[in-house]
T-cell receptor
């Protein structure tokens, strides 16, 4: 079945540091890929998405590129802020059927001033 | 504001009690889902619906029931609460999954 693997957290960075959170996936078809963000005490929010190979999703300074050859969708940001502290979830959905979403286990990011 | 509304935000139940977690969306989304979030386990799908009158089981359906009588509402019923059901529950809806899901703010449930 489908699966998503994220790097273990927590990740602690200083403000203005470069961020990479790794995500790899296993899927039988041609999935769409997502990053969601969860701030403390809140639900998940869609951060960015990509629906086909080589697509780049971007939002709020975050970027991720759909790499079919390496089955990866790594999240990057050039300069993190304290306000980026949150849990980040990588996810995929297949094209067919119910379009069930498969989530990774989440990576907690803490940015210190 | 448009979105997914969950009630209550917090609930404490005694073992064996039943309750209903409410979920409503005003975006005319066909797809709705219930997830539970537990530390270190990400989100696990409990039940889902692809439209009014149509529901199906997800990964962890035991101990939960759902119904979908309208497009807007998708309540989750705990039949006889157990401590293992202590968790944070999220409802989510989508026009189509490839566009991403909109999540509610969650219900934190404790079963003692």
């Amino acid at each position: 079945g489908d699966s998503v693997t994220q790097m273990e957290g927590p990740v602690t960075l200083s403000e203005e540091a470069f961020l990479t959170i790794n995500c790899t996936y296993t899927a039988t078809g041609y999935p769409s890929l997502f990053w969601y963000v969860q701030y403390p005490g809140e639900g998940l929010q869609l951060l960015l998405k990509a629906t086909k190979a080589d697509d780049k999703g971007s939002n709020k300074g975050f970027e991720a590129t759909y790499r079919k050859e390496t089955t990866s969708f790594h999240l990057e940001k050039g300069s993190v802020q304290v306000s980026d502290s949150a849990v980040y979830f990588c996810a995929l959905t297949e094209e067919a059927g119910y379009q069930k979403v498969t989530f990774g286990t989440g990576t907690k990011l803490q940015v210190i001033p | 504001n448009a979105g997914v509304t969950q009630t209550p935000k917090f609930q404490v139940l005694k073992t064996g009690q039943s309750m209903t977690l409410q979920c409503a969306q005003d975006m005319n989304h066909e797809y709705m889902s219930w997830y539970r979030q537990d530390p270190g386990m990400g989100l696990r799908l409990i039940h889902y619906s692809v439209g009014a009158g149509i529901t199906d089981q997800g990964e962890v359906p035991n101990g939960y029931n759902v119904s979908r009588s309208t497009t807007e509402d998708f309540p989750l019923r705990l039949l006889s609460a157990a401590p293992s059901q202590t968790s944070v529950y999220f409802c989510a809806s989508s026009y189509e999954a490839i566009y991403g899901y909109t999540f509610g703010s969650g219900t934190r449930l404790t079963v003692v």
